[in-house]
């Protein structure tokens, strides 16, 4: 079956720094979701980037995708205080199942 | 605009009794609706989904159980609750296709 999998279960940055955070799947898609959850609450979407894309830009986030290697990243530029979160990449199996990875526990401190 | 509310926000039940969470969305016609199961710190693993009303499929077998009564009602029980079933239960909502999932706020089951 398909998953996702950072490479890195968590991470402990200063403000204004950059951060990439890694992502492999096993089986094919074409889709890969990254959502951030905040402490108690539901994912939320920040970035979607789809196979004909191999990168996408939103503000300081920045995806990347490789269906050549599996692999999709998402980098965070000068990371703030409220980037704080988990972070999961989600590949797109279709088939209405969407499989979550381990996320990745990102902490930025003044 | 689309909305998404999961009810109750919280439950402490006790091992054996029934359960039963509930997931409606607004603004949407025929949206893809799908169940997730979060462990205290653990990644989110989907339950269930459907794509239409009556029809549900199961991805994982937990000892839960959906149900779609109206297009945009999504229900998640059980009729014996297990020490296992404790968690962050969340809904969500997608077009269908390789469109997004919008999660609702969660319920945060604690099974004594």
């Known amino acids: 079956s398909q998953w996702g999998e950072e490479n890195l279960q968590a991470l402990s940055i200063q403000e204004g720094e950059d951060v990439t955070m890694n992502c492999s799947y096993k089986t094919y898609t074409t889709v890969v979701h990254w959502y951030r959850q905040d402490s108690g609450r539901g994912p939320a979407l920040i970035i979607l980037i789809r196979s004909n894309e191999r990168e996408k830009r939103s503000g300081r986030l920045r995806a990347t995708l490789d269906t050549s290697s599996q692999s999709s990243s998402l980098s965070i530029t000068a990371a703030q205080c409220e980037d704080t979160a988990v972070y999961f990449c989600?590949?797109?199996?279709?088939?209405?199942?969407?499989?979550f990875g381990k996320g990745t526990v990102l902490l930025v401190s003044p | 605009a689309q909305t998404i509310h999961q009810w109750p926000v919280a439950e402490i039940k006790a091992v054996g009794s029934p359960l039963s969470l509930g997931c409606t969305i607004k603004g949407k016609s025929s949206p893809n609706l799908y169940w997730y199961w979060q462990a205290t710190g653990g990644t989110l693993q989907q339950l269930f989904y459907s794509i239409t009303v009556g029809q549900v499929e199961s991805v994982v077998q937990l000892n839960l159980s959906a149900s779609r009564p109206k297009d945009d009602q999504f229900i998640l029980s059980t009729e014996k609750l297990l020490l296992s079933h404790s968690g962050f239960y969340l809904c969500?909502?997608?077009?269908?296709?390789?469109?997004?999932?919008?999660f609702g706020s969660g319920t945060r089951l604690l099974v004594i």
């Open positions: 989600a590949p797109d199996s279709g088939y209405n199942k969407l499989t």
């Open positions: 969500a909502w997608s077009q269908g296709g390789d469109s997004d999932y919008t």
